[in-house]
């Protein structure tokens, strides 16, 4: 099962620990690496290959919800600004990366994409580290 679709499953039977909370257009979750404390994505549920496979009423829901997903974002982490990414090239089922950019960046990775940072080294997910930061998106998603 591709990647997107399984964590979808997973989210769906209770057992993705990643996630925040169920939204109109699908999940949003934490990244499995902080690299970039906050890292988040919106998975859609039913999963598809791209917005453009989205009907104009499912695209909308989508959209909206990723900017709601970075407004809770800027507002839990004093991050300056959010960037959103929607590419679906190494896994070619739609999903949103929604990455906090913080001044506290080293200088010659701020101005850069998300790309440039060490992914492999990045510290993973731990929900004794992340978990509060996990929750007080979901407070705010779900008022």
């Known amino acids: 099962m591709p990647l997107i679709a399984e964590r979808v499953e997973l989210a769906r039977r209770g057992a993705n620990d990643k996630v925040i909370c169920r939204m109109p257009s699908g999940w949003a979750v934490m990244g499995d690496v902080q690299f970039l404390e906050g890292y988040c994505l919106l998975l859609p549920d039913p999963v598809v290959p791209s917005l453009n496979d989205l009907s104009e009423q499912a695209r909308a829901a989508y959209l909206l919800d990723m900017a709601r997903l970075g407004d809770a974002l800027l507002q839990v982490t004093g991050a300056l600004r959010v960037n959103y990414e929607i590419l679906g090239n190494s896994e070619p089922e739609l999903h949103c990366h929604v990455f906090p950019r913080y001044a506290s960046e080293p200088e010659g990775k701020r101005r850069m994409p ?7 080294s990045a510290p993973p997910y731990d929900e004794a580290l992340h978990g509060g930061l996990r929750a007080q998106l979901a407070r705010l998603l779900l008022t």
Do not use: H, K, N, S
């Open 114 to 120: 998300v790309w440039f940072y060490d992914w492999q």
